[in-house]
């Protein structure tokens, strides 16, 4: 059964907006006063027909779904809500934040349901949640950990509720519940796991607040689900709280946990991203939220400061971030070491969902050149192309001797902590979500992705189809069908990569000037490119069998970085459209240290069908020991495919 839903449906990581907008859900009991003024175009809307991406949504929903859940079963992550609610004995078994991997799954399983219907799918889930209702206590409270009678006490839970939210999750887990509860409402119409979400919500309304109990939970995520539950039920106790949870970090007489929680001082007050990478971006991500629901500007003003330190001074070229493995996090100004960099594939998806958030406070491309930067490149390396195994750090160098992603050399079928692979389950379906916005007059282009979208213009249904082989070639072909004849702007993203600035900031510059710069033709005749905040504006009236047809073109470029950044002095990054490169010691006779990449040397691209899921390489000729050596380099996301061995991004220029 299919629910009415609004222009964001369930787009993951951004909730439906269920009363804003037109297109009630049954469930709102009241229409919602403001939100981000940009809208997603749902990714329900899009059908993606694409040779890059159709692929590997497909095999999303038919392996890495079913993976998850099989290592979920296999580890007692599942069978812990079973021991909880009384339908097994037994011990906790496990971490104190497994609960959140399970939710996470059913997350991302609700998404491809939206997509893909599945009878045995939907019938697993009921299954499991029904489990994960028995668990819930009568007052509401669900944390796996602590009601389980287990003969060893859990580690890090506290001696009583809430009394350890520093460490214990209690927060963090029900955050990712409500998520997954709202994504299968809207999936199935089922109210079962909603229903969980609503009563342990109360319960965390009446626990905490300006006048109850004040604080704040230490790892953040609660923030983004208690607003996908407002968007949901009207319910404005939800907004209340959290708001009150992102007000009171850095606040009160309460122990502050730090800046490896965000806790060392008022959110509004931050300056630069801190701490824990991942826990960053989830706060950053749930203030944008705030921003947009509550027009308060000291939330706009810190999420700016936060955002333009990070890009300046802490962003990996592969759009990775958290240089430091220790508190898997940032680390100071310019600090982005090859080898050791963490780079955590959940902080990648993080700072996915803050950019995308970025962009719908303020229209502006450069947010989206960040989030395309990590989905193609520093979020890709995370899941190998049988969707089965997975990274959980993302380096950019390795020797065979490394020990770098939890004692493994390749990628792992599942780790110990497992929040990187159940992330990667529920973020590739929200690919489709991030391709088109719109507003009430204007339509966005913001990823070139092959497929239809279906959108409300004005009253009338508009249908882009577009067509291209981004990200190998650099050619895209937007065709319009209207109802009628429509006035709007339509908004192509010019990426900037293709003009010259592959970051924007002056982190990463290209060595030389690019040559060719991008043309767009409407209906055939040439249209002069001026971007407004990074996008080409054509605005008339459309038509039926109108085309847009944006060349951008592709040449090699080496990348240079800023000279505070020690680790690349005298070295160069290759980079073709948005798509990062690495050299892998299986396609070289040489040790990779040994090679030298001269400014001279000449290097094309070749695309490969039948290598690496098909890839375009670049092929030519470079230096070890003084002799010409033959050079081949692949992209970035898909390396370690073919056996554990050497890799290096960053390559010596002299």
């Known amino acids: ?234 319910d404005e106790r939800y907004l209340k709280l959290a708001k009150f949870f992102i007000d009171e970090r850095g606040r009160g007489n309460r122990p502050k946990y730090g800046e490896y929680a965000q806790d060392h001082k008022p959110v509004v007050e931050q300056r630069e991203p801190a701490g824990h990478a991942v826990r960053a971006c989830y706060l950053y991500s749930g203030i944008a939220d705030m921003a947009a629901l509550t027009g308060e500007q000291s939330y706009v003003a810190a999420l700016n400061r936060i955002w333009q330190d990070l890009v300046s001074s802490r962003l990996y070229l592969t759009g990775g971030i958290g240089a430091e493995a220790g508190h898997e996090g940032f680390g100071p100004p310019y600090h982005l070491p090859n080898r050791t960099a963490y780079n955590e594939t959940c902080a990648a998806v993080g700072l996915a969902l803050w950019n995308h958030r970025m962009f719908l406070l303020h229209g502006d491309s450069k947010y989206i050149d960040v989030l395309e930067r990590v989905i193609y490149n520093g979020f890709l390396s995370g899941v190998g192309l049988e969707g089965d195994k997975f990274f959980y750090p993302n380096p950019l160098a390795c020797d065979v001797k490394q020990k770098f992603n939890h004692g493994s050399l390749t990628r792992s079928p599942w780790f110990g902590t497992a929040c990187c692979p159940v992330n990667i389950v529920r973020f590739l379906p929200s690919i489709a979500g991030y391709i088109y916005a719109n507003t009430d007059d204007a339509v966005y282009v913001n990823l070139f992705v092959g497929g239809v979208a279906t959108m409300a213009m004005r009253g009338e249904t508009l249908k882009l189809t577009q067509s291209t082989r981004y990200p190998w070639d650099g050619r895209v072909k937007i065709g319009v069908d209207t109802e009628s004849p429509a006035e709007f702007s339509l908004h192509v993203r010019i990426p900037g990569w293709s003009l010259g600035r592959p970051v924007p900031s002056e982190l990463y510059n290209y060595e030389k000037p690019l040559g060719d710069r991008p043309t767009l033709r409407v209906n055939g005749r040439t249209v002069e490119i001026k971007p407004e905040n990074g996008y080409a504006r054509v605005k008339r009236t459309w038509k039926k069998g109108d085309t847009v047809e944006l060349d951008l073109p592709m040449p090699v470029q080496r990348v240079v970085a800023h000279e505070n950044v020690k680790e690349n002095t005298g070295r160069i990054a290759l980079e073709r459209g948005p798509i990062v490169y690495c050299v892998e010691a299986v396609d070289h006779a040489s040790k990779l240290s040994e090679i030298t990449l001269p400014e001279t040397a000449k290097l094309k691209p070749d695309f490969r069908k039948k290598l690496l899921g098909g890839v375009t390489i670049l092929t030519g000729k470079a230096s070890a020991a003084g002799k010409p050596v033959e050079f081949t380099a692949i992209p970035y996301y898909a390396w370690n495919h073919r056996g554990p061995g050497e890799m290096e991004v960053w390559l010596r220029a002299k």
């Not at 038919?62 to 079973?82: H, L, P, Q, S, Y």
């Not at 697993?124 to 796996?144: F, N, R």
Request: aromatic share 10%.
């Open 1 to 234: 059964m299919k629910t009415d839903r609004d222009f964001w449906g369930n787009l993951p990581y951004l909730a439906a907006v269920l009363a804003v907008w037109g297109l009630v859900c049954r469930c709102v009991a009241a229409p919602l006063p403001r939100d981000y003024a940009i809208r997603p175009v749902l990714f329900t809307s899009v059908k993606v027909a694409d040779d890059f991406w159709s692929p590997r949504l497909e095999t999303n929903r038919v392996a890495t779904v079913a993976a998850c859940f099989k290592r979920c079963e296999e580890t007692g992550r599942i069978d812990n809500f079973a021991k909880a609610g009384g339908l097994v004995s037994g011990d906790f078994k496990g971490i104190r934040y497994d609960d959140s991997d399970v939710f996470k799954v059913i997350e991302g399983a609700a998404y491809t349901l939206e997509v893909t219907p599945d009878e045995k799918l939907e019938k697993y889930l009921d299954d499991l949640i029904a489990k994960i209702a028995a668990a819930q206590e009568p007052d509401g409270y669900l944390y796996t950990a602590r009601t389980v009678k287990s003969s060893k006490p859990v580690r890090d839970i506290g001696s009583e509720r809430w009394s350890f939210l520093k460490e214990s999750h209690e927060l963090y887990n029900v955050g990712h519940m409500y998520e997954a509860a709202v994504a299968y409402f809207l999936a199935t119409g089922k109210r079962s796991l909603l229903e969980v979400a609503i009563k342990n919500a109360n319960l965390i309304a009446s626990t905490f607040g300006p006048d109850k109990r004040r604080d704040v939970p230490g790892h953040e995520e609660i923030e983004i689900g208690l607003v996908k539950l407002y968007r949901v039920t009207g």
